[in-house]
């Protein structure tokens, strides 16, 4: 049976859904702070501002305090409400959607050191263009996903999982250029490797995004799609 | 995926629900079952099998039909005049209701036991032996060999052992209802009906209750009646949903507790208002 963003504010106990509504806000306050920390590691990197990505990097201890908090919010729920059906897919789906988005908010953290390195080598550095479009990408992914989680929305969550090939080509493509800028100027290796980091960095949030657009789908219909090609889901989900 | 792996368990007339039960056959096979008390009708229309060797949970509010479909399954409505029933229940393919069917032999195979502990007012030893007895069983070997195989079973042996001659009434209420079990599986039944046999039992007597049940089904057919659904989704293997006397949903229980089909059935396994 599907569920809608209704569903879980329908209990005998208020309570408990006010427990569960609880568990969904935190959720999508973690997601809107982890959004957050990539664009302003990837803006302090464009702008060359470090002081932006000295507080990208502070603020990753408040991520990572989100999900334990969650964490302990869920596992609260599981002992005392031992919930069934989409009650339990919703716990299961908000745990391992913080384990996501934790480790996006590492990924911004990552990119705000290599992005500090950068800003003090002082070079202008090959790879910019490629930064600016990958993350444009894979943080539209991620609005999305998070989008699909507070609306319940598959359509949406599918969306996202069909994207996640582009996002591969292009982190391929500009992986590729860097690597024949490297030979053709070894001065530039330090530089290039800490773009390159950055740019897989990206990759993996697009990768993140794509688990979280998963957990919807699960949270919804109760099927578990992880490790299934997204050809094959837009059969199985109808769409 | 596994919604779709199992055909309907809805309750429509004319196709019956059906589930996989891949490696287990069918114990009971119920057609078409209508039951009403004084033309108020208590269950209508139901088909389903129950599974051999497997524990079945029928689950459901109050008054929804459970217990009455769980006593037809041994005919215990024969004793009240005013129950009309159609439809069929065949145990092990042969129609329980046929003039040839034995009643007091189709209840020593399909054994029964209820909320309240009911041992009578007997040692703990005669409690198992009365049915052996019943049956003709005299030799003092043989009933020691088989009261302690019962009891074994029960998971009481090694509690009554050394006082199997004291009276059953100087045990707890959850060894009560584990000597009712061992008096019940000492005429070695098919099928062990459990209505709500855990539900007068604090939640360790409880779990010893339900680490049996899950321990029997080696031995025979399970079929559990309980309001507690996390008893039905820990020991069950397949669970039934009735409401109004109707079978909503039947389905393998990890499925109806983790995603249910229909919105009647997620509506009461997570208390929402229905």
């Excluded at chain 1, 963003?5 to 309570?15: A, F, K, L, P, V």
């Excluded at chain 1, 080598?121 to 699909?148: F, N, P, Q, W, Y």
């Amino acid at each position: 049976m599907d569920i809608t963003n209704e569903t879980h504010s329908q209990h005998i106990s208020r309570q408990f859904n006010q427990e569960l509504e609880q568990l969904k806000t935190q959720l999508m306050a973690m997601g809107g702070l982890v959004e957050k920390q990539v664009q302003d590691a990837v803006e302090a990197l464009l702008e060359g501002d470090s002081r932006t990505a000295e507080r990208v990097r502070d603020n990753d201890t408040a991520v990572n305090d989100m999900q334990l908090k969650i964490d302990e919010e869920c596992t609260r729920v599981l002992a005392r409400r031992q919930p069934a059906a989409s009650d339990l897919r919703l716990v299961l789906a908000v745990i391992r959607a913080t384990s996501d988005l934790e480790r996006v908010g590492d990924e911004a953290n990552k990119i705000a050191r290599n992005a500090l390195a950068l800003i003090e080598a002082g070079r202008h550095s090959r790879g910019m263009v490629e930064i600016r479009h990958l993350s444009e990408h894979v943080r539209k992914m991620l609005r999305d996903a998070l989008t699909a989680f507070a609306r319940f929305d598959t359509r949406l969550a599918l969306d996202v999982l069909h994207e996640d090939e582009s996002v591969d080509n292009e982190y391929t493509t500009a992986t590729r250029s860097l690597v024949t800028f490297m030979m053709e100027d070894p001065r530039a290796i330090t530089t290039i490797l800490s773009v390159m980091t950055i740019l897989r960095a990206l990759e993996r949030v697009g990768d993140h995004a794509d688990n979280l657009a998963e957990h919807v789908i699960y949270l919804v219909k109760g099927l578990d799609v992880r490790h299934t090609d997204p050809g094959e889901l837009d059969e199985s989900l109808g769409q | 995926m596994s919604a779709a792996s199992f055909p309907s368990g809805e309750a429509v007339r004319g196709s019956p629900p059906v589930v996989d039960f891949s490696s287990a056959s069918s114990c009971f096979d119920i057609e078409n079952l209508s039951l009403a008390y004084d033309d108020k009708p208590a269950l209508s229309d139901l088909t389903l099998k129950v599974p051999r060797h497997r524990v079945t949970a029928f689950i459901g509010p109050s008054g929804c039909g459970k217990s009455t479909l769980l006593r037809a399954l041994n005919r215990l409505h024969d004793l009240n005049d005013q129950v009309t029933r159609t439809g069929r229940i065949r145990l092990e393919g042969q129609d329980i209701h046929a003039r040839e069917v034995d009643v007091a032999e189709l209840r020593r195979r399909v054994g029964m036991v209820f909320q309240a502990p009911n041992p009578f007012p007997m040692s703990i030893y005669e409690n198992v032996a009365y049915g052996l007895r019943l049956q003709g069983i005299r030799r003092k070997r043989e009933l020691d060999e088989i009261i302690e195989w019962a009891l074994l079973s029960a998971a009481l042996w090694d509690e009554v052992k050394t006082n199997l001659h004291a009276s059953a009434w100087t045990l707890s209420g959850g060894q009560q209802q584990r000597l009712v079990i061992a008096r019940t599986l000492a005429v070695r039944p098919d099928v062990l009906l459990l209505d709500e046999p855990a539900s007068a039992l604090d939640p360790i007597s409880t779990l010893k209750i339900e680490e049996l049940i899950r321990g029997l089904k080696s031995q025979l057919t399970l079929v559990l009646v309980t309001h507690n659904m996390q008893q039905a989704a820990r020991v069950s293997d397949y669970t039934a949903f009735l409401h109004g006397g109707e079978l909503v949903e039947y389905a393998p229980t990890d499925t109806l507790f983790t995603n249910p089909r229909l919105r009647r059935t997620e509506d009461y396994i997570t208390g929402r208002v229905g």
